[in-house]
């Protein structure tokens, strides 16, 4: 076993973080949360993380109870995923990360948004575009909320779509998401005409589908977008990002019957356990949803009905 020595947990942090690049394939963001997480970590603990005993990952953790369940969450598991690593490499004869606090499955509801609200933000864009002269940016609006609502794209998927990346003849992209995993996303005719109505004022020689400066629309300028538009249709700030019409994407298709596997595959979640918070619909609905469509509903009503007629008898 290799000895750790005072000091070595900065060159151990960016051993495990390449591995995370390099053999699990973690998107950049992931990295980066990791990243200041283990650093913070390492601060906290006088630079002596690595060779922390369970005591102080247990302290460690008692500092984490101001914070939110997401937060501690993620915490817990960069530290459980260094450790891990540290034990795999022989840095380690054992594995302290069972002292990190566990949030358990409980996770907050994402934040949505009503059907009557999207609506609202859709009308409030069509305003914009029937003014005259109309602006051009806001056929680019179109088209972006149009891939965030109907698609259920990622900020980042979504700003950095190559110009060529949404055919009028093909109602799905192939996107490469997280990890750099493909996933097959599709296309409702309104998006793709909404982005062949702002593609033709986009320069055939830029190589994004939403250019900006010297590059692509960035992730921050989205955000600001759409909390403007969203100002328009009369729904305050706080509760809309580009994030949350991914929530309303998700929670809208799974309120309509959407299969949760096919959910997984269109959001790219690498876990159906992601997936799941989605369910979050309305029960009833659910319970008219087994009665209507199981099997045996046709038995069950038929049972019911035998016994109203011997109450009455």
């Known amino acids: 076993m290799t000895a750790i020595a005072p000091g070595d947990d900065g060159a151990l942090i960016e051993r495990f973080l390449e591995m995370l690049a390099a053999e699990a394939g973690a998107a950049p963001n992931t990295l980066a ?6 650093r913070l970590a390492s601060q906290t603990l ?3 993380l690595a060779g922390a005993d369970r005591a102080a990952i247990e302290r460690l953790g008692e500092g ?8 501690v969450a993620r915490k817990s598991a960069a530290l459980r995923r260094f450790f891990a690593f540290l034990l795999d490499e022989g840095f380690r004869a054992d594995d302290p990360g069972g002292a990190l606090p ?22 409030a864009i069509q305003a914009r575009i029937d003014r005259v002269p109309p602006d051009p940016r806001d056929l680019r609006l179109l088209a972006l909320i149009e891939l965030l609502y109907g698609s259920g794209l990622r900020a980042t ?9 949404v055919q009028p003849d093909k109602p799905y992209l192939i996107l490469r998401g997280k990890g750099g995993k493909e996933r097959l ?21 830029r190589p994004w589908l939403f250019p900006s400066g010297k590059g692509h629309l960035s992730r921050i300028r989205l955000y600001q977008m759409v909390r403007a538009i969203a100002a328009e249709a009369g729904i305050p700030p706080d509760r809309i990002s580009p994030h949350v019409l991914r929530h309303a994407f998700a929670t809208h298709l799974l309120e309509g019957g959407a299969d949760l596997r096919a ?4 959001l790219g979640h690498a876990d159906i356990a992601t997936t799941e918070i989605y369910t979050h619909v309305d029960s009833a609905r659910l319970v008219q949803l087994v009665n209507e ?9 038929s049972l019911r009905r035998v016994d109203a007629k011997r109450g009455g008898a």
């Open 102 to 123: 566990r949030p358990g499955s409980g996770r907050g509801l994402p934040k949505t948004l009503s059907g009557r609200d999207v609506e609202a933000i859709f009308a």
């Open 293 to 301: 469509r199981h099997p045996l509903a046709d038995a069950a009503a």
């Open 46 to 48: 006088d630079g002596a």
């Open 185 to 205: 996303v599709p296309l409702s005719d309104r998006a793709r005409a909404a982005v062949a109505a702002w593609r033709a004022h986009v320069d055939p020689a």
């Open 263 to 266: 959910l997984q595959a269109m």
């Open 64 to 71: 984490w109870r101001d914070l939110s369940r997401a937060t």
């Open 33 to 38: 949360a990791y990243g200041a997480d283990l």
């Open 157 to 165: 998927e979504l700003v950095s779509l190559p110009r060529g990346a």
